[in-house]
């Protein structure tokens, strides 16, 4: 009786499933089998195998340049338009324009002090150690350069019994200039160089989508394009030619002078600074020349103008799909770099030009050095 109360149970059971729900365990099994034969989440790889990004307009950032640009856009088309705040906006426009003529002013004179008052005379003094040191470690198989400064004749005259001849505050200053530590050196160096392509791939990276991605137009009424977000936010979907030549000169143009001498000036300070320690603290020193435009923007700009310049938007610069390109793209940046401060140490340096190479290993034996 028991044997027959299940046979009846399992019968009636089997009853109950009609085909159809056979059907729909089958492809819901099968779809089961799809989903984990790929992975988890296989639809979504499948769907992002190419990677494609899309990016939303963005801000032009928060410095006195993207202020400029954002009060001259602006006031520009306004102006054009015909406005009651006629006097206003060009009131702002020469205001902005003044910024960035400090900005720039500003720069460049702590460039030219930097270059005349701190770096000249770093020059100098490390000029005069080394040569000082030649002149003593070669003895009579030392000559005269044409910058005046002792040099030795070959590397096999170099007598390392004299160094001790040498007292020891010219021991510590021959021992920690930047060239023989020039792995160290690479470095301090390398991350300047970073810090100011940094600034400078900000900087061209808007100038291509400003001066190049976004079509130049005829019409003022063609420059601005309401988003759909707030009141005030707009998108600059076109621009004049007048329009694009004045923020190529006023804008990018000095900006990337700017930057670029302020690299070439730093490098070449690091490398006269006769002080391993000094050089890390110089090279921070010259960072907050290049933020001058974010402070001058905290510190100047009026909580509408802030907003005005946040709510200047422009379009994205597109990164494509997934390749080699999008992956190596940026590397390009790094070998740059590397291959900028590696050539200026070994070749293009004129702080101590015909240097010998010759101080790291005298200084290794001297219980003094670093």
Known sequence: QGLNRWHHLVMSAIALV???????????????????????????????????IEEEPSAMGEDIYALAMAAFIRDYVWMHRGTKASTLRVVRFILSLANIAGCLFLQMFLLAAVWKLLCSSAVKHIQEDYSFYEKTMYGDHAHLNVNNHWRGDAIEFLDHSKFDSLTSDQKQSVCQIPLAHWH?????????????????????????VLLYRVPTVSDTAQVLEPTGG????????????????????????????ATSALAFLGCRWLVATNSLGDVMLNGLALEFMLVLKDLLYTTLASRRNMKITESTLIPPDPVGNLSFSSLLGSMMWLVFALGFVLSYIFYFQQVLPDYRWDVRSVCSTWSGAV
């Not at 160290?184 to 291509?208: E, G, H, N, P």
């Open 184 to 208: 160290y050196t690479l470095a301090i160096l390398l991350i300047w160089v970073f810090t100011c392509i940094s600034d400078l791939r900000k900087t061209v990276m808007q100038a291509v």
């Open 18 to 52: 009609t085909p159809r729900d056979i059907q729909e365990m089958s492809k819901s099994r099968d779809s089961n089998s799809d989903f984990d034969s790929d992975g988890p989440e296989s639809g979504i790889m499948d769907h992002a195998e190419g990677e494609h």
């Open 230 to 257: 707030s009141s005030i936010e707009v998108l600059v979907a076109g621009l004049t030619l007048p329009m694009k030549l004045f923020l190529g000169t006023f804008c990018f143009l000095p900006r990337i002078f």
